[in-house]
């Protein structure tokens, strides 16, 4: 990114009208609530050591870092008048939709990961060990940003094709695991958690097997409308980005409102998080002010 470009930045709407002061306003609101609610969850599973030592929040602590990313670059893509494309002299070099990507592969990683706790219990507690989902998280976060290297050193065509194909059978294979993987765990979550004998174990299953697939349902809702989106220019050939920037286009909000969402979910459907939040970060801050 040059000087000049940086020094030309203004506002992605000029404040001329009273939509497009309502537009900034919720720009910067969603923003900054991405940034406090992820933030959030992130100081409250790092002060508690029992959470730190299950697999299953080692995945949303991952899911929340890269969600405060999104936040911090929404006010860059989605404030200022940028166009994050590979031609525009304003882009981010895919740094700002990688964030994103993370997120959705924290997820996608988390729902399989409670997919077999459930499925195979004893298995999973042999094989998946806090250190190896640790290897995981940050094999996915090296891939993310390897990927983004490539894309960086090649010329401008072949990328535009590296992203465009890529992003077209990922998000093709993504959803249909993603469904196939959601109704089995409500399968499980429905039949055969109720068929083991009531215990403080079986609560914990069937808490996070129910969690998982509220976060996973609220994902596809608000990822399936930009997945459709990039299919159909794939197949048509035509310019998928055609607004102003992130933050005019409805298709690329709902996903940074779901990255506002998700540890709403996880605050709510998650006791033990619940708890540590209200008594070790929101309790204390309060009263210190």
Not at 109 to 120: E, G, T
Request: aromatic share 12%; charged share 10%; net charge positive.
């Amino acid at each position: 990114m040059s000087n000049s470009s940086l020094q030309g930045l203004s506002l992605a709407l000029p404040l001329t009208s009273f939509g497009n002061v309502l537009l900034l306003l919720f720009s910067v609101s969603l923003a900054s609530s991405i940034i406090f609610l992820n933030m959030s969850v992130c100081v409250s599973i790092l002060l508690n050591r029992a959470l730190r030592s299950e697999n299953r929040f080692m995945y949303m602590l991952s899911t929340c870092f890269s969600d405060i990313c999104t936040g911090v670059s929404y006010f860059y893509v989605g404030v200022l008048d940028v166009k994050d494309t590979f031609d525009s002299p304003t882009r981010t070099y895919l740094i700002v939709p990688t964030f994103l990507g993370l997120s959705y592969m924290a997820v996608l990683a988390a729902q399989a990961d409670r997919y077999h706790a459930v499925a195979s219990p004893f298995q999973y507690s042999r094989r998946m060990t806090l250190n190896r989902t640790v290897v995981i998280i940050c094999a996915f976060w090296l891939y993310a940003f390897l990927i983004v290297a490539v894309n960086n050193l090649v010329p401008v065509g072949v990328a535009n094709q590296i992203v465009g194909i890529g992003s077209f059978v990922a998000n093709i294979f993504t959803v249909i695991i993603m469904i196939g993987l959601n109704i089995r765990l409500f399968i499980i979550a429905r039949f055969q958690l109720e068929k083991e004998p009531p215990s403080v174990e079986r609560d914990i299953k069937r808490s996070s097997v129910y969690l998982i697939l509220v976060v996973a349902l609220f994902f596809l809702m608000t990822w399936l409308p930009l997945f459709c989106h990039v299919i159909v220019c794939n197949f048509s050939a035509s310019v998928c980005y055609a607004f102003k920037n992130d933050a005019t286009d409805p298709i690329r909000v709902l996903p940074r409102v779901n990255a506002a969402l998700t540890p709403i979910l996880y605050i709510c459907g998650c006791s033990p998080l619940r708890a540590t939040l209200l008594t070790k970060v929101w309790r204390p801050c309060c009263r210190r002010r």
